[in-house]
Every structure is written in C-alpha cells, then in structure tokens.
C-alpha cells in the first residue's frame, strides 16, 4: 500500500489528453511538499518528467504537465503519442516517516 | 555526460550480505545528495534511502531501516548500499538516484540522474 495513491491504469487514444492523479494526505503533499513525476519504461531508468509540481526539466515537451492542490496533484498529457507509454510515477516527502515516498504508479497505454 | 553505473547485484541466500555500488562520473559527486530506489518484480518504485553531501544527514525507509546501510565516498566518486539480513522481499532492481540540487539536505527536491539498476535476488 503507497502512500500516494495513483490509479493502476488509464488509456487513451492518440492525439487525446490524459490525467494521472495522485492522493496524498496531511504529512505529505498537505503540508506543501513538492510533488515530482517520473517516466519509466521497463528495463531503462525512470526520467524525470515534472519536478516542483509544475516544472519541467530541459528537453520535456509541453505536452507534460503538473499540478498540485490541497492534498492532490495531477500530471496531465496532451496529443498522446505512442512513444507516452510507460509506467507513470508521483514522488514526494512525508515528514511522518522522514523520508521520500512514491506513488504506487499507472501505466499508461495509448490505444 | 552525467552518468550514474550501479553494480553488486546478484543472488543471494535469505540472511545473506550483499554491497551495491554506484559509481559517478560526468559531475561534481561531492556536491550532490544520492538515493537508493528499488523496484521489486512487478511492483512501483520505492524510495529506500538517502544520504547528505557530507554524509552527515541520513534516511532510511521503515522497510530497510536497521538491515540496510548507505554510505558514500566523494574521494572515489562512489555510492555504496550494504545489505544485511536479506529477505526474499528485498528481490528487486536497485537504482541509485541524485537529487536534484546541489547541496540538499532531505529527499525533497525530486532525483534527476538515475542509474541503469542492478539487479539483487534473495533465493535459495
């Protein structure tokens, strides 16, 4: 059971937009922590791919984007491509257990 | 180029000892906080530790916490993770990751150098 609550899947058709939320609770994303998302394609190195809830690093296209509130935050991505299927996941810190935690993930397939 | 190589997995016996390393290169080591992150088969990504610049602020998750030791050499430009007490459920790719920016002191800013992973299998 992860802190962070993703939802195991989502789908869509390509050229379609798509959202991943996250749930979090009072010592993690509530108390303003940041939340970061990470690409990963089995077999390679998870990608940084929004960092600080809303920013992305050099070399991510626009079609990614973060957001954060209260307690939630969501990585939405538009124009879906083939190339966007991957296992999607949220990362943040807990102050209750003083360390870095990640949501239980979502794969995203582009129908 | 930034690059981050683990290395040590293998298999392992129940309460055996394993050492993983991670070797930089292409920045300064010594200025970055690393993490270990593990991805057991066919589950997400869990964070398991996290060590300062100076080694003097260190995180272990409740998972880990007590077996697992991370420590650093900035002269050697090396991570290291020592195992103890494996478990069947510690079966995983462990990556090292670095923080995001220079000179933090909890794992908060998000990890953006990863690693290829290396794989660890507690079996006997």
């Known amino acids: 059971q992860s802190v962070l609550t993703q939802p195991p899947s989502v789908s869509g058709a390509p050229g379609q937009r798509v959202t991943i939320s996250c749930t979090g609770s009072?010592?993690?994303?509530?108390?303003?922590?940041?939340v970061h998302w990470y690409q990963h394609l089995p077999g390679t190195a998870p990608k940084l791919l929004i960092y600080?809830?809303?920013i992305r690093p050099s070399g991510v296209p626009d079609r990614f984007s973060g957001s954060k509130s209260g307690t939630s935050a969501s990585l939405a991505i538009t124009g879906l491509q083939a190339e966007d299927e991957a296992d999607y996941y949220c990362?943040?810190?807990?102050?209750?257990?003083?360390?870095?935690?990640f949501g239980g993930g979502t794969k995203l397939t582009v129908l | 180029e930034v690059q981050l190589v683990e290395s040590g997995g293998g298999l392992v016996q129940p309460g055996g000892s394993l050492r993983l390393s991670c070797a930089a290169s292409g920045f300064t080591f010594s200025s970055y906080s690393m993490n270990w992150v593990r991805q057991a088969p066919g589950k997400g990504l869990e964070w398991i530790s996290y060590?300062?610049?100076?080694?003097?602020?260190?995180y272990y998750a409740d998972s880990v916490k007590g077996r697992f030791t991370i420590s650093r050499d900035n002269a050697k430009n090396s991570l290291y993770l020592q195992m103890n007490s494996l478990r069947a459920e510690d079966t995983a790719v462990y990556y090292c990751?670095?923080?995001?920016?220079?000179?933090?002191?909890?794992?908060?800013?998000?990890?953006?150098?990863w690693g290829q992973g290396t794989t660890v299998t507690v079996s006997s």
């Open positions: 990362q943040s810190y807990d102050s209750s257990l003083i360390g870095g935690i």
């Open positions: 990751a670095r923080d995001r920016v220079v000179g933090g002191y909890l794992p908060y800013y998000g990890m953006d150098v």
């Open positions: 060590i300062s610049i100076g080694s003097s602020t260190i």
């Open positions: 009072s010592s993690n994303i509530g108390t303003g922590y940041d």
């Open positions: 600080g809830n809303n």
